[in-house]
């Protein structure tokens, strides 16, 4: 036999408790998803010269050709840009090198990549083996994890980094794709 339950009863008021508690832990998860996972993937080319022991600081500079992933609800879409950033850092240790990487990113489109952002980078090598591990993040939360394997440049020396960087897009209204 069923029982009526009355709306204002203790049962209807920890269901709807619980369903709020499901929806705001939803919604949490989906923040994080949406500043951890990466939307972005590109490659780069990056050049950097510097020396902490003479003069505290390195100039930095890259160019990276992106395609984005972005879902605004319209369908899944790819979005493709061209960054190029500048920056300056300051130096402990002394490095010189040129050569491709790798990178990924949150922003969902070469717009989010404008701007200012402060880095740390670990940089190493010696003739056409060098590896770089560089993270930006900007102001607004968009990160940029580059990473140059081991394989690719050329460099001399090593160092690690701390610094800020301007960020500067073209095709930033790029037409979207639809992904089929």
Not at 73 to 77: E, I, T
Not at 80 to 83: C, H, I, R
Not at 151 to 159: P, R
Not at 172 to 175: I, L, R
């Given at each position: 036999m069923?029982?009526?339950v ?5 049962v209807v ?9 499901v929806?705001?832990g939803a919604k949490?998860?989906?923040s ?6 990466p939307?972005g993937?590109?490659v ?7 020396v902490?022991a003479?003069?505290p600081g390195?100039?930095?500079?890259s160019?990276?050709a ?6 605004n ?5 790819l979005q493709?840009?061209?960054?190029g950033?500048?920056?300056y850092?300051f130096?402990?240790g002394g490095?010189?090198?040129v050569?491709?990487?790798l990178t990924?990113?949150n922003a969902?489109?070469?717009n989010?990549?404008r ?8 940089n190493g090598?010696?003739g ?10 900007s102001p607004?939360g968009?990160?940029n994890l580059?990473?140059?394997p081991p ?9 690690v980094d701390?610094g ?6 073209s095709n930033?209204?790029?037409?979207t794709t639809p992904?089929?």
């Open positions: 069923l029982q009526t009355k709306p204002d009863s203790k008021k920890t269901v709807k408790a619980v369903g709020h508690a929806v705001d949490k998860v989906a994080w998803y949406n500043f951890l996972a939307h993937i590109g780069t080319g990056q050049g950097e010269a510097g902490g003479i003069y390195s100039a930095v500079t160019g990276t992106m395609v984005y992933y972005n879902d609800g319209a369908g899944n879409k493709t840009g061209v960054t950033s500048a920056g850092a130096t402990v490095f010189a090198g050569g491709g990487a990924l990113t969902r489109s070469n989010d990549q701007g200012l952002s402060v880095f740390g980078a670990v090598g010696w056409p083996a060098k590896l770089s591990i560089q993270l930006a993040v607004s968009i990160w580059t990473v140059g394989v690719v440049g050329a460099s001399a020396g090593a160092n701390l800020f960087q301007i960020t500067k897009v930033s209204n790029a037409p992904i089929p």
